[in-house]
């Protein structure tokens, strides 16, 4: 695997692959890599000839009082692995490399950034757009590989990439969990045993709703409130949103039947966790 760190060399590097012809597979991260970074890699790898992963924790995106400093950073291991999985391609430039001194430019997707972690997270998608277009246009792959986990920036990044006009298809992967629902995050590492046991509920407010539609309810209205009561159950977690939306305008919908968005975000001590279903059309 290639490691590389400046821009003029990924950009070097992705344009000789793709003049050769394959396909290249980009899977952007933030590196504490898990099973769901995992499980990316391995759909680029079935699909393109050649895989590039990207490690770049965001400064951008993270808001004044966030955990930009200590956010997990293993760079070796995360290589490692990538090693395994058998990636062709990683980069891993610094915040100088991808912001040069003087750098006033960014990208903005209207009302989609401003609706649920936008919401909760002012300029948080601002940082999350311009970061991915401009790994974009360094890379310039065929195919773009996201976790579902991730709904919100799906839409904001969907958006982006139809509305810019960029040659690039985002894939959209399944949410990856651990054996008792738990969506896989690197900020799971930030709980402990027993926060990480408070932290399957909000697993357990979307399987409520979820039981709650399978038994007939359709109102978005009364599903939030099935939600929101389980999340309450826990007096540990503190609810930042329960909301059913759009899964392409992040808009909150009335009732279910032509298919929703469940998302949840909460507090589980001090860390922020995000968790999402799809239900599909009536």
């Given at each position: ?263 949840v975000a909460a507090y589980v001590g001090a860390t922020r ?10």
């Amino acid at each position: 695997m290639r490691h590389i760190q400046s821009v003029a060399e990924m950009k070097a590097a992705c344009r000789e692959i793709t003049r050769g012809g394959k396909l290249l597979g980009f899977v952007p991260t933030m590196g504490a890599l898990h099973e769901g970074h995992a499980s990316l890699v391995r759909t680029s790898k079935t699909k393109c000839g050649l895989t590039a992963v990207s490690i770049f924790v965001n400064p951008l995106q993270f808001g004044p009082a966030e955990d930009l400093d200590k956010y997990p950073r293993a760079l070796v291991r995360d290589s490692q692995l990538l090693e395994q999985l058998g990636a062709d391609v990683l980069f891993a430039p610094t915040a100088a490399e991808m912001y040069p001194t003087g750098a006033t430019t960014f990208v903005e997707v209207g009302e989609l950034s401003d609706r649920l972690d936008g919401l909760s997270r002012p300029g948080h998608f601002r940082g999350v757009a311009t970061v991915v277009a401009k790994l974009f246009e360094i890379v310039r792959p065929d195919f773009a590989f996201f976790g579902q986990k991730d709904a919100a920036q799906v839409a904001v990044l969907r958006r982006m990439v139809r509305d810019l006009n960029m040659d690039v298809e985002v894939v959209v992967c399944p949410i990856i969990r651990e054996p008792d629902g738990l969506a896989m995050s690197s900020r799971n590492a930030y709980l402990n045993p027993d926060e990480r046991k408070q932290a399957l509920v909000l697993h357990r407010a979307l399987m409520a709703v979820q039981e709650a539609v399978g038994s007939g309810e359709q109102d978005a209205g009364k599903l939030i409130e099935v939600g929101a009561s389980a999340i309450a159950g826990e007096p540990a977690a503190q609810l930042d949103y329960f909301a059913i939306v759009d899964p392409d305008s992040l808009e909150p919908v009335s009732d279910i039947s032509g298919g929703a968005l469940v998302a949840v975000a909460a507090y589980v001590g001090a860390t922020r966790l995000i968790d999402n279903i799809l239900l599909l059309p009536r």
